[in-house]
């Protein structure tokens, strides 16, 4: 299993609902695990399918207590009014960054891996968490927001000699 990267076109499928919480499709969660946990500067914090070359709607993100979760048949309900810049990433679009500006809040349904259905509203990181993921599987990637947003790019040049990383602004 291997992270897909743009602009590969896998990354722009709409994906459909998965029919049911299978032990394949769980293996296949377990898997994109190991491979967002390998991911260390920067750390993976979440995969959706895409990124795997799926067509499905499920992703795993980091949830509580520092462990990843599965989500199957996402959905976002309702957006807050209230917005909030966060400076992210994508495993799919290595070493760019921007300065993307999303709802704080989000209330949301989803399957988790036991078929349970939930409703929650999810506030900071696990807002943004979910709403990134969840955009990979409308198609949508976060060179998206940057462009429609006007946003502020950034590239991952090299590190400092402390270990920080350094970033360059890139002109759009």
């Known amino acids: 299993m291997k992270v897909v990267i743009a602009p590969d076109q896998r990354l722009r499928v709409r994906t459909k609902p998965i029919k049911k919480v299978t032990p394949k499709l769980l293996q296949t969660t377990k898997e994109m695990v190991k491979l967002t946990k390998s991911y260390i500067d920067p750390e993976g914090v ?8 799926e067509d499905e709607q499920f992703f795993i993100a ?22 909030k810049k966060f400076f992210e990433g994508c ?3 290595p070493d760019y960054y921007g300065d993307i500006e999303r709802p704080i809040s989000v209330s949301v349904h989803y ?7 939930h409703k929650e509203r999810l506030t900071g990181l696990k807002s943004w968490f979910f709403q990134h993921e ?9 060179m998206d927001h940057v462009l429609s947003q006007k946003a502020r790019l950034f590239k991952a040049t090299g590190k400092d ?8 602004e890139i002109a759009i």
């Open 46 to 53: 979440g995969l959706a399918s895409t990124q795997i070359g």
């Open 62 to 83: 980091l949830w509580d207590n520092d462990k990843f979760k599965a989500f199957f048949n996402p959905e976002i309900v309702s957006r807050s009014k209230k917005t």
């Open 91 to 93: 495993l799919s679009i």
């Open 111 to 117: 399957i988790d891996e036991k078929g349970a259905v």
């Open 134 to 142: 969840y955009d990979h599987l409308q198609g949508t990637l976060m």
């Open 161 to 168: 000699r402390t270990g920080a990383d350094i970033f360059e």
